[in-house]
């Protein structure tokens, strides 16, 4: 049984997307930030509410008993140091950022045969991630910079004018190039149109919480629950409660940063993110060696997954 309800076609999931992008961008921009904000919370959280259910297991057998704690501890851990690197180095923070995304989101989006075996990942990855990240500052490189001066207070945000335009030429780059790869190979080709149709016309904001929540996160909640041999949406986050649990939380706490400083809301969201993101791509990436499918992405279906259950 699928984890999420199929759409009628590949075709009528473009347009949905097309249509909210449109929709959002004509709101007022308190709208759009308060839209983004339930899109990347409400349907991005349960994607990584499976990290510690997937892993668990591996962390049981190399660790025993302690496990569980163990890994709790570590992925806690990675939150606090991303924290405390973001706020000591904002730059070298964001930009790392902006790498490990590209990382995440490449190779998480594309069918595992293409994923790469070693942990540096594969080109088709790489550039999927690139495209990803790029798309946005391809049209909207003013908007983009203005996001990153918000992330980086004082001096810092003089850095912001290069990191926006080496976003742009990579964006550039990686489009056409990936283009290139969707059309070579039919498995990567949904993806990469749901991905670009968000990014690359919508303003910055809509079309990445767009991209999060109905490309990246959609997807990698249907993989992930098949990974866990869950057998429905009820049933996979019966078995991640208490982290989802813990993401509604900690949306709580950003939640009333952002009614509480609007002013800082685009920083909030963003750092918010960042934190909560590092120990998810760091120990909550999908297993490289898991078994696959041979053709993962058949066209018609948002929800057919990429791998046999374990
Ligand atoms: C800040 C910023 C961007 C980057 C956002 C990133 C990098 C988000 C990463 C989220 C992750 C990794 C979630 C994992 O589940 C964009 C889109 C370039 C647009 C301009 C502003």
Known sequence: MALLPRLPSPGFALLALAGAGAALTALPSSWTLAAAFLLIGVIGLPHGASDTALAAPRWRAAFGKAGLALFLAAYLGAALAAYL???????????????????????????????????????EGWLRGTMVLGGPAIFYRPEVQAIFEALLPGAEGEGAALLASLLQIAGLLALPLSLAAAVRDRGQRSSFLRSVICLVPFPPLVGFSLYFAFVHSLHQTAERGTRMGAGSLRDYLGRCWPFVAGGVLVMAVV???????????????????AVLTFPHILFGGTPRSAPVRKDPYPPRTLTRLSCETP
Do not use: C, M, N, Q
């Open 85 to 123: 690197f973001w706020v000591s180095f904002p730059l070298a923070g964001l930009a790392a950022f902006l790498v490990l995304s590209a990382y995440h989101f490449g190779h998480d989006d594309l069918p595992p045969p293409l994923r790469g075996k070693s942990a540096l990942g594969s080109p």
């Open 255 to 273: 939640g009333s940063a952002l009614v509480a400083a609007p002013e800082r809301a685009t920083a909030t969201l963003f750092i918010g993110l």
